[in-house]
């Protein structure tokens, strides 16, 4: 069975760094787009960054460009979003996902494309 574990999520003052990694099992993982994706209260689910495993391509929310790094070590089957610089703004629930990349075509990072969701880890920044 697919499964997506993530964690890492914990309380940072603002300006503060966290690493989450998503964990993945039961499915051939260069073949997925993992992305990361957060919602915060009263907000909508966004699309933080994803990254495809079978071309290596990257995207990230503008709000986060410059300040967080999405990377794949496919050798545990593990992808990590490094979050520096971190604002109150970023505090939320943070989700990994994936779906087959043959499911899109091309990559794209937004929830309603995503076919398998892990419990999400929360994220608070403190200012």
């Known amino acids: 069975d697919v499964q997506l574990q993530a964690s890492g999520g914990g309380l940072v003052q603002a300006g503060g760094f966290l690493r989450l990694p998503c964990a993945a099992s039961?499915?051939?993982?260069?073949?997925?787009?993992i992305g990361w994706f957060r919602q915060a209260p009263g907000k909508e689910r966004e699309g933080v960054s994803c990254?495809?495993?079978?071309?290596?391509?990257?995207h990230y929310a503008d709000s986060v460009k410059g300040r967080f790094t999405i990377s794949s070590d496919n050798a545990k089957n593990t992808v990590y979003l490094q979050m520096n610089n971190l604002e109150p703004e970023d505090t939320a629930l943070y989700y990994c996902a994936a779906v087959l990349w043959e499911y899109t075509g091309s990559l794209i990072c937004h929830h309603n494309y995503m076919k398998y969701w892990g419990i999400g880890t929360l994220v608070t920044v403190s200012s």
């Open positions: 990254i495809s495993n079978s071309d290596g391509s990257i």
């Open positions: 039961g499915f051939t993982f260069d073949d997925y787009t």
